[in-house]
């Protein structure tokens, strides 16, 4: 895997994007080579005329379109008349883009035959690169094979994630441990012997990397053979770190505190959180800017729908533990709480309005939280702010919640692009587990990489709740 915007990416997922690019480029020029005009010189038309640009915009239209569909995260061919189908809406896609672009000017759009041979060129050799990649370039590409010092959860768990996804290019070939498991096989890859076989299966087996996962290390842990293979150039990595990149989270369960009192490691660097407090008020004044009509649209709906106020107004805590008014448009009925007090939505909530069940679905309901970010009290990206009756229990119950209010709360977050809305323990603990990868890796890069998929979180309502 590589790192992107602060990312772990696997490098599988990065060769598809650039290939298929290059394939799709060629697709349209192979087009404008062959079906173009007889009196039109096809080098002419590429590159004074412009071909060239107008052919990158169906490119980022049709790129754009399978990231969509998600051919980009699952592009492991499950059916092949499924990515066909794909495929054809997304060419779809494209064609609307054309047409639209029409009516800008002519000189935006592709001639009609390149346009329609290019995009038939594209709904076959699309889906047969992406049949061949899965097939034979993938296997090609070989993986890291990977060998597991111990049985603990964790590493059951990274085994399991693995296997279930091979794009990452992370090959568990078994582990090392002392003890058997009662069922004789604690995850998905072979015991392959004790630990003090280590040099042996190393030899044996040839791994690109060792983690270790060993919960008691005290006399158990095969320090000098560790190191030892250390200096041979085979990487050597706690679960934690495995966990976190093929995770893209912190795993709460390997936390301890003593990585967070005597590191800097985990917190978030200062001049990265100075950054954000500049260009987060900036993007959300031109933000509110720009949707200022959806605004005004969405405050006429609310107050038609349902009597009550337009804006709900709640208490959140934010940086440090401090409390503020957030802001959002009401999309439950007046006094939905009345009786109840705070509780967290649920599916099919029926305090939510109709009109705010389609809100929540679209995040619109969030846009007035571009005033906080304005205030100085949230930022676009960032931790979601919780309310301070479900902090004060969530932090009795789950280690290091606390922690995430060393930053301002943000309208979106590496939370919510990564995990679907959830009202139990477990799902605010995982969330928790992605809002301390977030803190740790606070950047510019990584708030855009966020900002970019919560786009795509809306357009498919994926989430809400």
């Given at each position: ?313 709640q208490r959140r805590v934010g940086l440090r533990g401090s409390l503020f008014t ?87 977050g590496w939370a919510q692009i990564n995990h679907k809305y959830g009202d139990t ?41």
């Open positions: 895997m590589i790192r992107l915007f602060r990312v772990f990416v696997p490098t599988s997922v990065v060769a598809l994007l650039i290939s298929e690019i290059i394939l799709i480029f060629s697709c349209y020029i192979a087009s404008a080579y062959l079906f173009l005009l007889v009196d039109v010189d096809p080098e002419v038309f590429l590159t004074d005329d412009g071909g060239l640009l107008r052919i990158a915009a169906v490119v980022v239209v049709l790129v754009g379109g399978f990231y969509l569909h998600d051919l980009y995260t699952q592009f492991r061919i499950r059916s092949r008349l499924l990515l066909l189908q794909q495929v054809c809406l997304v060419l779809g896609l494209a064609f609307l883009s054309q047409a639209l672009l029409s009516y800008v000017g002519r000189g935006w759009i592709l001639p009609r035959w390149v346009m329609i041979y290019g995009s038939a060129f594209v709904l076959v050799l699309v889906p047969a690169w992406r049949i061949l990649y899965s097939s034979v370039v993938l296997k090609a590409m070989g993986s890291q094979k990977l060998l597991f010092l111990g049985s603990s959860p964790i590493l059951k768990q990274i085994s399991d994630h693995l296997e279930s996804h091979p794009e990452l290019g992370l090959l568990p070939i078994g582990y090392l441990d002392d003890e058997m498991e009662a069922d004789g096989k604690p995850f998905a890859a072979p015991r392959l012997g004790c630990l003090q076989q280590l040099a042996a299966t190393v030899d044996e087996h040839k791994p690109d990397r060792i983690v270790v996962g060993i919960t008691e290390r005290r006399k158990r842990l095969p320090v000098l053979e560790l190191l030892d293979l250390r200096f041979s150039g085979i990487t050597i990595e706690e679960a934690a770190a495995t966990y976190e990149s093929a995770f893209g989270r912190i795993c709460t369960r390997e936390l301890r505190p003593s990585q967070l009192i005597f590191t800097g490691e985990l917190g978030p660097r200062p001049n990265n959180v100075a950054l954000q407090s500049l260009y987060s008020p900036f993007f959300a004044a031109l933000g509110a800017l720009v949707t200022l009509p959806i605004m005004l649209v969405v405050a006429i709906l609310v107050k038609l729908s349902s009597p009550g106020p337009i804006l709900l107004r957030v802001y959002k448009f009401r999309s439950m009925y007046k006094d939905a709480e009345a009786h109840t007090g705070a509780v967290w939505a649920s599916k099919g909530d029926p305090r939510i309005t109709p009109v705010g069940r389609w809100l929540r679905k679209l995040r619109l309901d969030e846009l007035p939280q571009l005033f906080n970010v304005i205030r100085g009290e949230m930022s676009i990206v960032g931790p979601r702010p919780e309310r301070p009756e479900f902090v004060q229990t969530l932090s009795e119950k789950i280690p290091y919640y606390r922690q995430r209010h060393c930053v301002k709360p943000g309208i979106t323990i477990e799902d605010t603990t995982i969330k928790l587990e992605y809002d301390l990868y977030y803190i740790k890796n606070l950047s510019a890069t990584l708030d855009a990489y966020i900002v970019f998929h919560t786009f795509k979180v809306m357009l498919l309502s994926r989430g809400a709740q």
